[in-house]
């Protein structure tokens, strides 16, 4: 484990990233020693604390062994795993006692070349995550074009073309290179830098400035010619912070830093402005500006014609246009720079302009004295700030009525291209020339005046069609031609808008429809919900009227409990009659279940009909309906009449013995059941059945 730990310390890498690679070293040393198949599953474990490595091979468990490279006895293998069976395959240790020359030789190549592939992809990693940032070298070698910096454990190269112009590098000087692009290869990865690079005086600024690093300053832009001169425009996130001051230091001491680091490269640190005008007018220090006339014409692009005093021109122009290819760079605009004077020439010339005002084409006073300042800069002789004022004035009344006239110019034309870019899809605008259907010659003619596309060919066609017969070799037959192919483009091109106005439509249609049977299926559902709900409140609501009703009836179902069992000896005695026996049996079966009455029996006065007096009495109807609603069997009822009775008696007179008991009778006329007791009345020798008032 020590030759692992070196390996990491020296390298760099994490154990894991060694001990796969040993793994894989010690898998080709076993196939190279043993001469086994690729095929052949071999797997390595290696002891964590002491670092003895076990090498399993794949084999197949069988009775004899006829090649022990790939075979096992059962036995054994039943030792790794005691569910194996024969034919099965099994890894076994196969952990030879020590490897040929050759496969000692493999392990350690195997073992190099993965360590050097896990160094390069560490490497590469580490380094890219750090693209865009400044990072510290050694020069190693001056080659030709390019020179190779150190950067500790992998190298870089600074192309020809990321050097600065002047710059001399000698070996082992320190350098400081902004990290361009990490490329990977089989060499390991390739890193190259830059010294020129506009980034590397961001990343500069924002070491220097804390502010810029805090956030409170933000750079806007930066042009920079490498060696020579660059501007920064920076502007202030947090009221109350000086965004020029901030870079500039204390005395020039943190811009000063920079400027040495960049072999004394010119700095011009300026404040943003959103106004275009004013920022042009800064980007152009530290010369002094006029005025500013800003064009944006739809096909020539952004210009901004800046006036400048005489002596100021040079200094606004720099060195070589230095100056003002920088302040272009910075500002995103095209720059004209001229002097007063010639601009109050060209003024002059272009005073019976029409969109030159009233007022300043007909001031004679202004008109000479403009005239005669013009001849005093002819001859040479000075000019005084008077002077200036009348050519400012001159300039700003006829220059900028005529720049503000062509800006109506340009928005109408500007509102036509928008208006051939709207007859066509953005794909048609974008395709090129070959997808018209014209001739090869015309075709090159387009090409030989500059169209790229079908949209630039379309535009100029809108503006009218002198724009394309003024073009040199372009005749009425070409332009008939290539009108006729612009029309059967757009023709297309409005089928193909039409048809997927349809497509779109009918989409709409379908999801609105299928949108409307969901609303309609959500409404039934609901409805459906509704009405099972009022259907379960209804039940409820029934349900609890009858738990009421059996409530009150408990007392009236206890008397008709104890009535009936008075009642079942003369049941036994009925049943010699079978018609009275099998109708008396389902009045036992009431008996038995009192809690099944519905509803107590209302006790009404005694009455005597034919010599029976009713004593207690209920309705027949309810008992029957509550019967039927628990799924019970209707009880029948046994009616006695008195003739059949007297019958009885008469028959059991006989035999000296008379019935005497209780009976259940059905009150036809009132539609309730009667109990009625047999016993003979004071002063009558007839026995005759008197009602009880028990309620049943």
Known sequence: MLAFNEICEARGLTKDTVIDALKTALVSAYRRNTNVSNTQGVRVEIDPRTGEPTIFAEKEAV????????????????????????????????????????????????????????????????????????????????????????????????????????ERYRPHDKIRVYLLEVRRTNRGPQIYVSRNHRNLLRRLLELEVPEIYNGQVDIKSIAREAGARS????????????????????????IQSIVRELNDEKI???????????????????????????????????????????????????REGQNARLAAKLTGWRIDIKSLTEAASEAMNNIDDPAVPANVAKDANL???????????AANRPITAEDYGYLNRMVSGVEGNIVNARAVV?????????????????????????????????YDLLLEHDFKNVGELLYKMELGDDELLELTGFGPKAFEEVKDAIDLLIK???????????????????????????????????????????????????????????????????????VAEEAEPVVAEVEVEPVAVAEAEPA????????????????????????????????????????????????SIVVVSREEEEE???????????????????????GRVVTKRKRKRRGSQEPSWEDFDDDF
Not at 231 to 243: I, N, Y
Not at 367 to 377: G, M, P, S, T, Y
Not at 657 to 664: D, E, H, S, V, Y
Request: glycine residues 6%; hydrophobic residues 40%; contains cysteine.
């Open 492 to 562: 297309e091109d409005e089928e193909a808008k039409a048809a997927e106005a349809a497509a779109a439509a009918l989409a709409e249609a379908e999801a609105a429809a299928e949108a409307g049977e969901e609303i309609a299926a959500e409404a039934e559902e609901t409805e459906a919900e509704e009405e099972a709900e009022a259907e379960v409140e209804a039940v409820a609501e029934t349900e609890e009227e009858e738990v009421v009703e059996v409530e009150e009836a408990e007392p009236v179902v206890a008397e008709v409990a104890e």
């Open 588 to 635: 036992v079966a009431v008996e038995e279940e009192p809690e099944e009455v519905p509803a107590a029996a209302e006790a009404v006065p005694a009455a005597e009909e034919g010599g029976e007096e009713i004593v207690g009495i209920q309705p027949l109807e309810p008992l029957l309906e509550t019967a039927a609603k628990r799924g019970k069997k209707k009880p």
């Open 268 to 318: 011009d640190v300026i404040e943003w402005d959103p106004d275009q005008r004013n920022f042009i007018a800064k980007a152009l220090s530290p010369a002094r500006v006029s005025q500013v006339f800003l064009e944006d014409h739809p096909e020539t692009g952004k210009t901004a014609s800046v006036i400048v005093p005489d002596d100021q021109l040079s200094l606004a122009i720099g």
């Open 63 to 166: 009775d004899s062994i006829i090649d022990d490279r790939t075979e096992v006895l059962l036995d054994e293998a039943k030792r790794y795993d005691p569910d194996v069976e024969m034919g099965d395959m099994v890894m076994v240790d196969s952990t030879p006692q020590n490897f040929g020359r050759i496969a000692a030789q493999t392990a350690k190549q195997v073992i190099l070349q993965r360590v050097r592939e896990a160094e390069r992809d560490q490497l590469y990693d580490e380094f890219a995550s750090r693209e865009g940032e400044i990072i510290n070298g050694t020069v190693q070698s001056v080659s030709g074009q390019n020179i190779t910096i150190g950067l500790g454990r992998t190298e870089a190269i600074l192309p020809k073309s990321q050097q600065v112009q002047g």
């Open 648 to 670: 009885e008696e008469e028959d059991d007179s006989g035999r000296g013995r008379t019935k005497k008991g209780r009976q259940l009778v059905f009150d036809e006329n009132a």
């Open 410 to 442: 340009y928005d109408a034309l500007r509102e036509k291209k928008n208006a051939a870019r709207d007859r066509v899809s953005k794909e048609v605008w974008d395709a090129d020339l070959g997808v018209l259907d014209i001739s090869e010659r015309v």
């Open 367 to 377: 008109r000479e004295q403009v005239a005669v300042i013009l001849e005093k800069k």
């Open 231 to 254: 501007k920064v425009a920076v502007m202030a996130l947090q009221p109350g912070v000086d965004p020029v001051g901030a870079c500039v230091g204390m005395r020039g001491v943190r």
